[in-house]
């Protein structure tokens, strides 16, 4: 059965498989992965990826054909990264998604590539400004639990 048919899942709960999926996924690829990162224009990635180079990858995970109908900002995070990929459950129908944005495929437990997206360099100064945005943000994230809250 998958995510999008099982009757007991609802769409945050689909969203939620898919985004630990790609986190899995990113951790395999040699990337370390942060969820919901906000960029500076406002808009927040459901998975940004950094990766040992400072390559910055930004995951859109869509959970339903509605989701993706009614949210049009993606084409905005080419802006906030390297490469951007959309990030569906298997049973999600991939022809209706645009084919410049990489495609991972996902649930609760891991992910793949199933089509790679073509790298598209950010200028060193937003660069900085992400990798500084993304340090920043894992590291609150970090003193917020509750065992290294000093």
């Known amino acids: 059965m998958s995510l999008n048919d099982n009757p007991l899942l ?3 709960d689909v969203t939620l498989a898919v985004s630990r999926g ?3 996924a990113l951790l395999d690829r040699g990337y370390i992965p942060l969820m919901e990162l906000t960029v500076a224009s406002g808009r ?3 998975v940004a990826g950094l990766g040992p180079n400072g390559e910055i990858i930004a995951v859109e995970v869509k959970s339903s054909i509605e989701d993706y109908r009614a949210d049009q900002k993606w084409p905005e995070y080419f802006e906030w990264c390297d490469k951007l990929y959309f ?3 298997s ?4 022809d209706i998604l645009p084919s410049e944005p990489g495609l991972i495929i996902a649930d609760a ?3 793949e590539v199933i089509r790679e997206t073509q790298s598209r360099p950010l ?4 660069r900085k400004a992400m990798t500084l945005r993304f340090a920043r943000v894992a590291a609150e994230r970090l003193l917020r639990l509750p065992a290294v809250t000093p």
Do not use: M
């Open 10 to 12: 609802k769409r945050p």
């Open 22 to 24: 790609v986190v899995r």
């Open 44 to 46: 927040r990635i459901d």
């Open 87 to 89: 990030a569906t459950a």
């Open 91 to 94: 049973d999600f129908p991939h």
């Open 109 to 111: 437990y891991g992910g």
């Open 123 to 126: 200028a060193p100064a937003r």
